[in-house]
């Protein structure tokens, strides 16, 4: 009967350990380099696009406006990418990753994708992310509220979500934010000293 009971809690835990792991799958706070590059030819256009697709750079982000990890990256290298960009040395597309969890971050995406004014646009995301705690955990009436003292009272459905699940299942990525920065790929929070080092050697 001890033993019973003994297997029993430990196959209680090991389910609660595997819930967890399943609930902390699209967020990542340690940044990796992945060892195989990723050719632009496997990825499809969509997202939000901003600077001269021809740049030297390119750089993907799949993120999520709810994520704190994705804030996090956002606040730090949120400056180096519009330099950069101002410069005509990188084309900065960012790909919003849906994530069960984070109800909010679809309904602000919607409101984000209504926005045609690439200037306005990038705005209100630098806001979107630095404002997070603000109507991350809101109620539907809040969220409302929220919108109304923002730049985000016109909204527009997304309809890529399938196609960039696909794309997110097929490049193998596992967390947000991931970076793809002309092919190489970096999953998790990706620092500002990394991120200037690794320009600087593509634009050697």
């Known amino acids: 009967m001890k033993n019973k009971k003994i297997i029993a809690c430990l196959v209680i835990i090991t389910i609660l350990l595997f819930i967890a792991g399943v609930g902390n799958l699209l967020m990542s706070s340690n940044s990796s380099v992945a060892s195989t590059k990723i050719s632009n030819e496997e990825l499809i256009e969509n997202g939000y696009a901003f600077g001269d697709s021809d740049a030297p750079i ?20 949120n400056e180096e990418v519009e330099r950069l960009i101002s410069d005509g040395k990188l084309y900065y597309l960012m790909k919003h990753v849906s994530i069960e969890a984070y109800k909010n971050a679809e309904i602000v995406n919607e409101r984000v994708n209504a926005i045609s004014d690439k200037d306005i646009q990038l705005s209100v995301i630098n806001r979107v992310f630095k404002e997070q705690e603000q109507w991350s955990e809101k109620n539907t009436g809040e969220l409302e509220r929220y919108f109304e003292t923002t730049n985000l009272k016109e909204k527009n459905p997304v309809k890529i979500k399938g196609k960039l699940a696909s794309e997110v299942k097929k490049l193998g990525i596992t967390s947000t934010p991931t970076t793809i920065i002309n092919g190489q790929k970096f999953q998790g929070t990706l620092k500002k000293e990394e991120f200037l080092k690794y320009i600087e050697t593509v634009l050697e």
């Open 58 to 77: 390119t750089l993907i982000e799949y993120t999520n406006f709810q994520c704190t990890y994705c804030k996090e990256q956002h606040s730090e290298l």
